[in-house]
């Protein structure tokens, strides 16, 4: 009996240890993001309106073009307000986290060569911090919902999957970036122009169902084209494409996959140039 149950000892040290390193690591993210926050409110008089003017600003110009300048046609839904906010808002949490991933490394080189924390921490917590300001950003879009009179559907169950989805994505896109700049500092620029072409490659003033047939399959490649569905389709049902949903899953997962291999083979180098 002593021979059998003696295995179980170092298998158990061995939990222990992860259990507490991946303690450490929750409690290094979350005082990293907390940082993140308070120094980016710190030094602004009006602090959290800054995350929600931007898209606030954005939405009001493109719903007066459409709906007041042009004829919008097909384009969106009704209320279109609400058919922009609720594409805007998560599209500003995707590109803050992926522009300031950029500069991951090279800001914080000094305390990142001094410390033994995980280096992907650094990556994280800009996902966090960004995603934190997006779920604070959702009380905005409920009083245009209401003030529009716009129709909440069961599909809003599935904005906690379209979340943890869009945390993966931006994720593994910063795994990507962040070491990657250090050794090629114009790919800052570079993320910046994809970034203005990803705007209006996404259905973000637009829905896919405003798309010709041949273009849609294409679209569908964008991991963002499924995920903004199924935030949409909590107010517009018909903006949900599971096969859009489906293909933003398998892209997310491809860029996670190559994040990790990218960040893991590139670390040590990163490290050395900084």
Known sequence: ????????????????????????????????????????????????????????????????????????????????????????????????????????????????????????????????????EFLLSIPVLAIFVIATGAHVHWQLVLYPFAIVLQCALVYGLGLIVAPLVVFFRDLERAVKLVLRFAFYASPIIYGTNALPDALRPLAAINPLTGIFGIYRSAFFPKQLDWFEVLSSVVTTAIVVIVGLVVFRRSEHRVLKEL
């Not at 303690?23 to 980016?40: E, F, G, I, P, S």
């Not at 931007?54 to 209320?79: A, C, K, N």
């Not at 599209?91 to 060569?113: N, P, Q, Y």
Request: no cysteine.
């Open 1 to 132: 009996m002593t021979s059998a149950s003696a295995p179980t000892v170092p298998v158990t040290a061995a939990t222990a240890a992860s259990r507490s390193a991946g303690r450490r690591y929750r409690q290094a993210l979350w005082l990293l993001t907390k940082r993140d926050l308070r120094v980016r409110y710190s030094t602004s008089a009006l602090g959290y309106v800054w995350s929600i003017l931007d898209p606030l600003v954005m939405s009001g110009i493109y719903w007066f073009v459409f709906t007041q300048v042009f004829h919008r046609g097909s384009v969106g839904e009704e209320p279109y307000i609400v058919f922009l906010l609720t594409a805007l808002l998560p599209w500003m949490w995707f590109t803050g986290a992926v522009s300031d991933s950029t500069r991951a490394f090279i800001k914080e080189a000094k305390l990142i060569r001094s410390t033994t924390i995980p280096r992907s921490i650094w990556v994280a917590r800009i996902d966090a911090s960004k995603g934190i």
